[in-house]
């Protein structure tokens, strides 16, 4: 079955320093592979997203990502972390099946940023 | 890119009553989904909402409790029935366009059971 595990659950970082989030997907074929940033009482923001080629994505606001099929992960990264990157984010795999086609969504990892 | 209409955004209801929450989209999509997400937790898929026949529902969900409409590619209605304070999260209603896989998402609704 496919699944997505985001390991933590909670991360703390300093204003200006760098970044990388976990992703761990299980999935039988090539996947498409995603993440999402949610502010506090704001909807789903796509910040990229991989489907085939380049194995490095960049995404909005310096974010970047680098799927690794031999690990099945695919981290999200951003060289320095501004304040304003307080959020949830949620890495998420687009899943084919027989006439369908649905997202699974990772628990979430909740960033903080110190000042 | 789509735009998301969901209405309402917020709401406060009584136990045993209804809430329908509506979902349209400014373009034609070939899917439309509908999420849960539970206070502090990720989404969840309730089910998949199939143009004019019955939404596809993810194991745990139910027709009875959620039944789902969509009449056209466009718009879909989900109904929360018979509500309890369990019911309590926010309901996202997400679209994948037809020329990409790529998903967007509603603002979101609101939901406080009391």
């Known amino acids: 079955a496919q699944s997505v595990t985001q390991p933590d659950i909670h991360i703390t970082v300093s204003e200006g320093a760098s970044l990388e989030l976990r992703c761990n997907y299980s999935y039988g074929a090539t996947p498409y592979l995603f993440w999402y940033v949610q502010s506090p009482g704001q909807g789903l923001q796509l910040l990229l997203k991989?489907?085939?080629?380049?194995?490095l994505v960049q995404g909005i606001k310096g974010f970047e990502a680098e799927f690794k099929r031999s690990q099945s992960s695919f981290n999200l990264r951003k060289p320095s972390v501004h304040w304003s990157d307080a959020a949830e984010y949620f890495c998420a795999v687009g899943a084919r099946g027989e006439g369908t086609y649905k997202y699974i969504f990772g628990t979430g990892t909740r960033l903080k940023v110190l000042a | 890119s789509a735009v998301i209409s969901q209405k309402p955004s917020r709401d406060i209801c009584q136990r045993g009553t209804s809430l329908t929450i509506q979902c349209q989209v400014d373009?034609?999509?070939?899917?439309m989904f509908w999420y849960r997400q539970q206070p502090g937790q990720s989404l969840t898929l309730i089910a998949t909402a199939n143009q004019g026949s019955e939404a596809t529902y993810e194991s745990g969900f139910v027709i009875d409790k959620f039944p789902i409409s969509r009449p056209n590619l466009t718009f879909s209605t989900l109904t929360v029935s018979n509500m309890s304070p369990e019911d309590s999260s926010i309901y996202l209603c997400?679209?994948?366009?037809?020329?990409?896989?790529?998903?967007?998402f509603g603002q979101g609704t609101r939901l406080t059971v009391v």
């Open positions: 373009s034609q999509v070939t899917m």
């Open positions: 997400s679209v994948v366009s037809t020329v990409n896989t790529e998903a967007f």
């Open positions: 991989y489907f085939s080629g380049d194995t």
